[in-house]
Nanobody, 125 residues
């Protein structure tokens, strides 16, 4: 059974930083692409960033490029998202997900399965 536990969210002022973590069990972690998705109240879930199984390719949503960094530790089965220069529009529930497909651009929700409960990020302006 796949389990994914997100942590690291919280309340932060605009311009601040957070580091999200996702601990994964129940699958061979380095066989899968991993991604972060988010959903704000009243909005559709969107892809934030994803990373290839080998860790050598990453994609980012235009809105977070240059501010967020995705990384993975295949030895510990942990996915990270380091978020800097946070903005109020980054406020959302953040979820990690795993997938078997890799696209040159973007992180398509249909390519990933979300199993975690999410971690809330709230940015105050």
């Amino acid at each position: 059974q796949v389990q994914m536990v997100e942590s690291g969210g919280g309340l932060v002022q605009a311009g601040g930083s957070l580091r999200l973590s996702c601990t994964v069990s129940g699958l061979t972690f380095d066989n899968y692409a991993m991604g972060w998705f988010r959903q704000a109240p009243g909005k559709e879930r969107e892809g934030v960033s994803c990373i290839k199984w080998s860790g050598d390719r990453t994609n980012y949503a235009e809105s977070v490029k240059g501010r967020f960094t995705i990384s993975r530790d295949n030895a510990q089965n942990i996915l990270y998202l380091t978020m800097n220069s946070l903005k109020s529009e980054d406020t959302a529930m953040y979820y990690c997900a795993y997938g078997t497909k890799w696209r040159t651009r973007g992180c398509a929700l249909d390519d990933f399965g979300i199993r975690g409960q999410g971690t809330q990020v709230t940015v105050s302006s």
